[in-house]
């Protein structure tokens, strides 16, 4: 695992732990935790949801430390119960951990309090969500627009950013349907135009196809694998295969323990599923073009 890195250029602040420089790198890591845990209950009841390895001496858990890189592309993976939905939850600063440290994009939150945590979950973080959570009876252009009027953006560039949102998940021509007029598909590629329109530096996606058919998996999908080509960092949970191997990185979860880690792919340019599409295409160009 890649230890804090010296970043260069940038406020000294990211480096949570004196960890040794292993060489230069173009930013710091977007989300760095350290000694992660998180417990529910207590004494002999505890359950420890994130725990990592335990110290050999006295079996305590030792905590999850994890970097992950700007522009990477990351599917956590583990049954259920594995504690996935507990370190999205902290990811996404919808919970704080029981110990350790938290930094994202070099902002420690574990010393943020509840309104500047909302700022943060609105400023740097796009959420997708198994289930859509669409506004009811809401057009898609209203719900697009949304995090943008809690970010306080004026009305005009409020649609004009909604509508290039959604131009850019294919459904310009939907931005007046409200969600009972739209397919399962469209309306996760919705979720997806509010969840990118503020510019996050992350997208956070929980099970984002679990509830489509395999044709909107691949088109919503597709729009992943585009945003992340584009330099958006994405952590998304999924229990397929077939979804983790369009990720760069895939972590697997074992009772609150991260027991692999494998890298797809570079962390920079577009990840896997793309990155063959495209050299398919060139190749494919080159054979019309009348290779000799
Ligand atoms: P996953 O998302 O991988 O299915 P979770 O992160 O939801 O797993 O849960 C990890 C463990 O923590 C499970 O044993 C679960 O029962 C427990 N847990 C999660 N949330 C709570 C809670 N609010 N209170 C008590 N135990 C919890
Ligand atoms: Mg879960």
Do not use: W
């Amino acid at each position: 695992m890649a230890g804090a890195r010296r970043s260069r250029g940038r406020k000294p602040a990211a480096a949570p732990d004196s960890a040794p420089d292993s060489g230069p790198v173009a930013a710091p890591p977007v989300i760095q935790i350290r000694r992660l845990t998180k417990s529910y209950g207590h004494g002999d009841a505890t359950v420890h949801a994130l725990r990592g390895p335990s110290d050999p001496q006295t079996g305590e858990p030792e905590g999850v430390s994890l970097d992950i890189e700007q522009g990477d592309f990351v599917a956590v993976m583990g049954s259920s119960g594995s504690g996935k939905s507990t370190l999205m939850n902290i990811l996404g600063c919808l919970d704080i951990p029981t110990a350790g440290r938290y930094l994202l994009d070099g902002i420690d939150v574990g010393h943020l309090d509840e309104g500047q945590l909302s700022l943060v979950r609105n400023r740097k973080i796009g959420f997708i969500f198994q289930s859509f959570n669409l506004v009811p009876r809401t057009t898609a252009l209203a719900q697009v627009e949304l995090p943008l009027a809690y970010a306080g953006v004026r009305a005009a560039e409020r649609r004009n950013r909604a509508l290039a949102a959604l131009s850019l998940v294919g459904l310009s021509d939907r931005a007046g349907h409200k969600p009972n007029e739209l397919s399962g598909g469209q309306q996760q590629r919705v979720a997806v135009a509010r969840a990118l329109v503020t510019a996050p530096a992350m997208l956070l996606a929980d099970e984002p196809t679990g509830n489509l058919d395999s044709h909107s998996t691949e088109e919503v999908l597709a729009i992943i694998d585009g945003l992340n080509a584009t330099g958006r960092t994405v952590v998304l949970i999924t229990h397929e295969d077939e979804v983790a191997r369009h990720a760069k990185r895939v972590l697997r979860l074992v009772d609150g323990q991260v027991i692999s880690d494998v890298r797809q792919g570079p962390a920079a340019g577009p990840p896997p599923v793309l990155a063959a599409q495209l050299q398919q295409r060139a190749a494919g160009g080159e054979l019309i073009g009348g290779r000799q």
